[in-house]
DNA sequence: CGAAGTATTGAACATAGTCAATAACAGTGG
DNA sequence: CCACTGTTATTGACTATGTTCAATACTTCG
């Protein structure tokens, strides 16, 4: 007999009961979403700015990232997402977009519509609470960001996205001990700090140097997480995760 | 016969209604909501970081700000309160706070607590959404912020700022033609563009060297409210105001 | 009026950016 | 399996924007 596919609102469900316990009844709803899967290659966009959406969009695998350009086409990236997120929950309420969100590695998305996610809230009211916690601590995060944008210098920069990224993958499963995969470039890199490629570099080689990461082709070692937060200033209050 | 002030979430009401139509029972349910006034001079902290809070704060009169500090003790202001804002909201959610707020200006504030809240909501689930529509805005103002800092240069920084303390003032009627006041001194608008003082200030004498804007006290004027835009690359969509 | 906070100025300096060239790598098809 | 191609990473030299430090003027308010 076959092993049953776990569903794919699985992550989502997870995350969601890291916070909340949730009942048989409203999980098996939650696990009856209809999503609708879709692959999409590097680089794509996914959610353009001005759009005005139908549906939510989950991160199921990969890397995507939400950006936004200004006029000279210089461009912020201002988050990146990893399996079980939901880049663009805000299109539940705000109805025109006001970011773009791209794939960073291949991906494979699940959509689900907005009205599936209006019925689900109009039967389990309670369920409003997990989703909107979902867009409050991603609000945390820009927060964070913006820190680390402002205040930081280069090299601290860094090693909080790293040290963010370790913790958030860690409570998807995505962490072999003090290892894992982060199929980014240093030019994205440096658009996610608002730093120049060529300083992302100097700085990576100085992390490296110091003894705070190793890396090989875009697997990160951690070989010393008391240093790289130290040096990244980390404290993860602000990623309100539950099972620190 | 002496005219009924109005209610303290008069602005609160203002604002849903501009997103929302209300019906007559939801609206005098808002506008019973209990609402205890605290009056706080400027500087003061309102809410810190690792509070625990059961009630959230609403901004009735003055200017507030959230920051956050690093180790060596540099603060960035992620966000300007205005009157009307709810600068917690997410305290409803999230248990454990993880930014400051402190007032700018003196403040007239007002805490409802969140067993109230619940209970509207309970009540008038129909509600929930307005509120988290608005978390969902200053998430947006917050990603905007992170495209100014980390992209633009410190002219356009400054620019952006005062064009969306402009649009936000006007929708709460704080805008007298084309002036308003802004009780900010340039350490603190330096904190929230994560430039110097010193900058800020060169900044502003070249933004009013090209006509841009005219400062008296702490008044600012707009002469050209089209150049301003252009020198801030601002675009107002993602402050969601839906009349424009 | 006097004190504290705020704004302004100048000069030296530094972090990070720009430009440009080269090296390493990954994916492709013969 | 290897040459070919485009992308990504690395390096160096020069430059800029913005910082730091420190001194001076201006406001505001009791």
Request: net charge negative; hydrophobic share 40%; proline share 6%.
């Amino acid at each position: 007999m076959p092993t049953a596919l776990p569903p794919h609102t699985y992550l989502m469900i997870r995350k969601i009961e890291s916070n909340y316990t949730l009942t048989s009844e409203e999980k098996l709803t939650l696990q009856k979403l209809p999503v609708q899967t879709v692959d999409v290659k590097p680089g794509q966009d996914i959610v353009k700015m001005g759009d005005q959406p139908t549906q939510c969009c989950l991160l199921l695998e990969g890397f995507s990232c939400v950006y936004k350009l200004t006029l000279e086409g210089k461009r912020q990236i201002m988050a990146l997402h990893i399996p079980g997120d939901m880049p663009d929950l805000q299109s539940l309420h705000l109805q025109v977009i006001d970011i773009n969100i791209a794939s960073l590695s291949p991906c494979k998305l699940g959509f689900i519509q907005h009205r599936d996610l209006h019925l689900l809230f109009e039967q389990h009211p309670r369920l409003i609470t997990p989703f909107w916690h979902e867009t409050l601590v991603d609000a945390s995060i820009f927060r964070e960001w913006l820190l680390n944008v402002g205040q930081r210098e280069g090299y601290s920069r860094i090693a909080h996205v790293i040290c963010e990224l370790l913790l958030r993958l860690k409570a998807v499963g995505l962490v072999e001990g003090n290892s894992f995969h982060m199929p980014i470039s240093q030019a994205e890199l440096a658009d996610a700090t608002g730093m120049t490629p060529v300083h992302v570099n100097r700085v990576l080689q100085s992390l490296r140097n110091n003894g705070l990461i190793h890396t090989n082709r875009r697997q990160i070692i951690i070989p010393d997480w008391q240093k790289l937060q130290e040096a990244g200033e980390f404290d993860s209050l602000y990623l309100h995760l539950k099972n620190d």
